[in-house]
């Protein structure tokens, strides 16, 4: 899909010019990948008003985290170790005539913002803001089934571990399992830590699993993600451990699997980010749980797991279609335990179906 890179650099060389730069040098490693292919470690894309050039610090591996760069760009390795490719790359501009360069502070460290300063004296550095990120909020279809596969890569593992012996293994085991059957159904690798809570620590969003043993009786909260072709999405499920749940939980796993298709129902096309926070977040102070709970119902995925748009009670915006985001309502009783239910969709129109669900676990409160 080289043309797609193409054209992708083309829109934002249209932004830089616009805002009055001629050059653009790209440093965050995910907007590297989304405009080169591959990000190799360290690498930077310097945009130039002709020719775009990939500069790295070592020759580009190929291995499917990185990614593989657009055969179009042209790659340049740095002759010796220890190198900076941002620096060289703000070199190169000012040698090919660039009187301004614009670069992403909200990226770059100050000692290294110097540095380009220093390599270039009479380049004027302009910011570039967010523009890559902005490019990245609506993703075509190519991105979509990465993402799409990804989640089915994640729903295989979840499924797999639900039919195994859970009674008496550790949340740290689990966890590595499910890293490791990831990878066996062809992920790149995990797109962030997995979080496994039981009893006292299900629910609790971003738990970091420890050696507490699942025990009958036990709230057991999931929480995985995928990464294919660099693609990161998400998906987190609770479940029961024994025959008969109890009242408080079947009642509070009931109230946020309400919230969570609150969440989902408010996905649509010209939908407010914080209508849909809202929509999902009255349902739980319905029920009463209004303390402590997370500080946003979703978020959208991509090459990064937490990405724009961001669903928060201030969050200032609306969806488009062909937006992958996660609606994933929670409610954690300190001492007891909780509930988190977490799904990757794509904000599609009513006219094709409406929001395009990409994590199919089923959500049912099973007993396990």
Not at 154 to 171: H, M, N
Not at 303 to 326: R, S, Y
Request: charged residues 25%.
């Amino acid at each position: 899909m080289p043309e797609v890179y193409a054209t992708r650099r083309e829109r934002l060389r249209e932004r830089c010019t616009a805002s009055g730069s001629a050059a653009a040098l790209v440093t965050r490693p995910a907007n590297v990948r989304y405009l080169a292919g591959a990000a190799p470690l360290g690498a930077v894309l310097l945009l130039g008003s002709d020719e775009d050039m990939l500069l790295c610090a070592g020759p580009p591996s190929g291995e499917a985290m990185e990614g593989r760069p657009d055969e179009a760009l042209e790659i340049r390795v740095l002759p010796r170790a220890g190198g900076d490719p941002a620096v060289a790359a703000a070199g190169l501009a000012a040698d090919q005539g660039a009187e301004s360069l614009a670069v992403e502070e909200h990226h770059l460290t100050v000692t290294r913002h110097r540095a380009l300063g220093s390599v270039a004296p009479r380049l004027l550095l302009a910011d570039l803001g967010g523009a890559v990120e902005q490019l990245r909020v609506i993703k075509d279809e190519e991105e979509i089934s990465a993402l799409r596969i990804g989640a089915e890569i994640a729903d295989q593992a979840l499924g797999e571990l639900l039919e195994s012996i859970l009674v008496g293994r550790t949340e740290r085991h689990l966890a590595l399992e499910l890293e490791r059957r990831l990878v066996d159904h062809g992920a790149d690798g995990p797109a962030f830590a997995t979080s496994v809570g039981t009893g006292p620590n299900s629910g609790r969003r971003g738990h970091r699993p420890s050696d507490r043993r699942v025990e009958e009786g036990d709230f057991l909260s999931v929480c995985l993600g995928a990464t294919y072709r660099g693609y990161r999405c998400e998906i987190g499920r609770t479940f029961v451990i024994g025959t008969s749940p109890a009242d408080w939980q079947i009642e509070l796993y009931d109230l946020v699997f309400a919230a969570q298709r609150a969440g989902r129902e408010a996905l649509a096309p010209g939908a407010a980010y914080r209508d849909v926070d809202r929509a999902a977040r009255q349902v739980l102070d319905s029920g009463g749980h209004t303390e402590g709970l997370p500080p946003l119902t979703g978020h959208g995925v991509g090459l990064e797991i937490d990405e724009d748009p961001q669903l928060a009670p201030a969050a200032m915006g609306k969806l488009d279609a062909c937006v992958p985001v996660t609606v994933e309502p929670g409610v954690h009783l300190p001492g007891r335990g909780g509930v988190r239910i977490d799904d990757t969709l794509v904000v599609r129109p009513e006219a094709d179906g409406g929001p395009e669900l990409l994590t199919i676990t089923t959500k049912e409160l099973l007993a396990l």
